[in-house]
């Protein structure tokens, strides 16, 4: 059975909030928790200590913006994911969708990720 992007978003909200979770996050992508602090440029005790934490915040929603974007042309979100965190993109100088997003570059993904859907080969 595939998850839909809806079921997936809702995983990743600290239960009682607006907000997402940092754990929750992490769980969906994969990655250990020190590893989402690298990538949220936040020290790790921070998603324990302050999850609200802006810069936290906001890394959590590019990165749930970019498997969106993922979502919509792979609807299958443990494909999506494979894409994001593995797939060498030549126009990126063969980097991966998450290295784009850690570099602050999310806008640059997600253009990339609607061209595919568009119909355009990167």
């Known amino acids: 059975m595939v998850a839909l992007f809806a079921d997936v978003l809702e995983s990743t909200r600290e239960p009682g909030t607006s907000r997402f979770s940092a754990s929750g996050v992490a769980h969906i992508l994969g990655l250990q928790q020190q590893n989402l602090a690298k990538l949220a440029?936040?020290?790790?005790?921070?998603?324990?200590?302050?999850?609200?934490?802006?810069?936290?915040?906001?890394?959590?929603?590019?990165?749930?913006?970019?498997?969106?974007?993922?979502?919509?042309?792979q609807p299958d979100p443990q494909r999506a994911?494979?894409?994001?965190?593995?797939?060498?993109?030549?126009?990126?100088?063969?980097?991966?969708?998450?290295?784009?997003?850690?570099?602050?570059?999310t806008e640059d993904a997600i253009d990339y990720l609607e061209s595919i859907r568009a119909g355009f080969v990167g």
């Open 41 to 73: 440029g936040v020290h790790r005790n921070t998603l324990r200590t302050y999850p609200e934490s802006p810069r936290l915040q906001s890394a959590l929603r590019d990165l749930m913006r970019v498997l969106s974007a993922a979502t919509a042309i």
């Open 81 to 105: 994911i494979f894409l994001i965190k593995n797939e060498p993109i030549a126009a990126f100088r063969h980097q991966t969708l998450l290295q784009l997003v850690q570099q602050g570059r």
